[in-house]
């Protein structure tokens, strides 16, 4: 079965409040070795994200308001009003990116990856079904699907696609090099082969699927005995 955030995510989560000031915030990513974390409200509904990045943003923005004041500038676009306000950010309240961009844990890890490929974020705070914290999925985190051995991998293709998805004979023969499973025997029809490597394909770890398989029955063709009957006049 394809694995899910709940089974690859951190568990111990660093988190900040909103009222955790700036250079608090610093020293937890410092000391924890971690890159962002989550801020949480009083009943541990995720409020928004901190990043290394929002951090540094913030620096620079006070060094660029430090020099702009010295000045008279005309009225601020949004994204220079979003500067000056990082300028003088000093919670992480004033850090935080808001809406987070949260998971589930129920969630395939195939999904949250694609998340975070959409929004480009880095972590996924991971929420149960009342929006409070119990985890965090990391890029790292997700990484570990791709970690598992050729022989784990052929099984779950064996057990779970084979087996229980397509309830097909013992003989396929199903081997797995470096992720690449290849899948070889003959199958009673020609339409269960695509379904068999697109299933084979969405097995956690599997980077690639050779077709080795071979059919009895064309069933992607009309049969000569329908085509006759289509053709006989009325």
């Keep these: 079965m394809p694995h899910i955030v709940g089974e690859v995510m951190t568990r111990e989560v660093v988190e900040a409040h909103r009222e955790t000031p700036f250079k608090s915030v610093a020293q937890l990513l410092y000391r924890n070795r971690i890159s962002g974390l989550p801020v949480v409200d009083g ?6 994200v901190i990043s290394e990045t929002d ?17 008279r500038i005309p009225p601020l676009r949004r994204s220079a009003r979003r500067g000056a306000a990082l300028a003088r ?11 987070a961009i949260t998971v589930h844990p129920e969630q395939r890890v195939a999904d949250a990856a694609r998340m975070m490929e959409r929004h480009g974020v880095e972590r996924l705070p991971v929420v149960d ?11 790292r985190d997700l ?22 998805a397509m309830g097909l004979p013992p003989h396929i ?3 797995v090099r470096d992720g690449m499973a290849t899948l070889e025997g003959r199958l009673e029809r020609r339409s269960d082969i695509p379904l068999l490597l697109r299933l084979a394909y969405r097995v956690d770890g599997v980077v690639g699927v050779v077709n080795g398989l071979t059919f009895r029955v064309d069933d992607a063709r009309p049969s000569e005995k329908h085509s006759a009957s289509r053709n006989d006049p009325a």
């Design 173 to 175: 023969v199903v081997s």
């Design 129 to 139: 079904e009342e929006d409070r914290l119990i985890g965090i999925a990391t890029r």
């Design 43 to 48: 009943d541990d509904k995720v409020v928004g």
């Design 55 to 71: 951090l540094i943003r913030c620096q620079a923005a006070r060094a660029a308001h430090g020099r702009t004041r010295r000045t």
């Design 143 to 164: 990484l570990r699907v791709f970690l598992r051995t050729d022989d784990e991998i052929r099984q779950e293709i064996l057990d779970e696609v084979v087996n229980r």
């Design 89 to 99: 950010a000093t919670t992480a309240q004033d850090l935080m990116t808001s809406p």
